[in-house]
């Protein structure tokens, strides 16, 4: 009735981040030191201002006082980020300010992966590190897509790839140049993918003698958040070694018979393809004898061969 009311948690709250709602008001608080005792003085009318006052969490009360800034205006971004990279900042004030702040920001990437180490270190084996490590995963790789997306395009020289077979023997597109390249980007478990490589495989038979060849990209493997699941090291590797078998079999199915099948087992974290803004499989680029990209994404027989006959 006084507009006081009180939450006690006996046995403590573990290091996170944490929500309080009051009808459909909320207020985000941070707890990183074994808050006992936490009191939020404020005005239910302004809360969504951020116009209220954090006792006993200095995290939460810093939080506030960001997000306050940025309503009032009084505050930039650039300002946050910056704190958020300092040494004595707190790596879960920092994994707080940059979901709800910095966010998927190509500025803020060097201030992204500095908090996600700073939370690797001080929790390991948290589920927030986890999904912290991800986000800052997939926000690299969003940028890497925008930048490639300015870089990749027809005219412009392929960059090189270097990845391993699946004997292990390192592989480059850059040792193709002279040859007439399709760049293929798939996976065992791309349904499309498997559906085109007869189209792929026919062209290929047909004119392999007159300098065509094919450099497929697989994007199989695991990626950080799913090998984080597994609760052990060797669990994971397990899963990897599986997923390579797979496809090892996928190109012996489909009767896949050019030399060139790279992968670094890392799913969409392949560097290759957050390279070339890889956002869907099948992805194909035609590279000429001058390592250019001549045509992009060409699908059936028909599309290729029409293509591959302007540069042969």
């Not at 890889?278 to 992805?283: A, T």
Request: with cysteine; glycine share 8%; charged share 25%.
């Amino acid at each position: 009735n006084d507009g006081q009311f009180e939450l006690s948690f006996p046995e403590g709250l573990e290091p996170g981040m944490y929500r309080l709602r009051i009808g459909a008001k909320k207020i985000n608080l941070v707890f990183d030191q074994n808050e006992s005792l936490v009191k939020v003085d404020g005005d239910l009318n302004t809360i969504q201002s951020f116009d209220y006052q954090v006792e006993g969490s200095p995290s939460s009360q810093q939080y506030t006082e960001f997000m306050k800034g940025l309503v009032t205006q009084s505050i930039n971004p650039n300002e946050i980020g910056g704190y958020v990279a300092q040494d004595g900042t707190s790596p879960m004030l920092g994994l707080a300010i940059s979901y709800q702040i910095l966010g998927r920001n190509a500025q803020f990437l060097n201030v992204l992966k500095t908090a996600q180490t700073k939370m690797s270190e001080a929790y390991p084996t948290s589920e927030y590190s986890n999904d912290f490590a991800t986000f800052v995963a997939q926000t690299e790789a969003t940028v890497a897509q925008q930048m490639a997306s300015e870089r990749i395009a027809v005219g412009q020289e392929a960059p090189d790839i270097r990845l391993p077979n699946p004997q292990g023997k390192e592989m480059a597109l850059s040792e193709l140049r002279g040859k007439v390249v399709l760049l293929d980007f798939w996976a065992s478990w791309c349904g499309p993918c498997r559906r085109e490589n007869p189209n792929v495989v026919r062209v290929y038979n047909k004119y392999k003698d007159r300098g065509f060849t094919v450099f497929s990209v697989s994007l199989d493997g695991l990626d950080s958040r799913t090998k984080a699941r597994f609760s052990s090291e060797e669990q994971a590797q397990q899963q990897l070694e599986s997923s390579r078998d797979r496809w090892v079999k996928a190109i012996e199915q489909d009767g896949l018979p050019w030399q060139y099948h790279v992968s670094d087992l890392k799913k969409w974290e392949c560097a290759p393809a957050q390279e070339y803004g890889v956002r869907s499989i099948p992805r194909t680029f035609l590279i000429d004898r001058d390592g250019k990209i001549a045509a992009i994404n060409l699908r059936g027989a028909e599309a290729l061969e029409q293509e591959l006959l302007k540069l042969l």
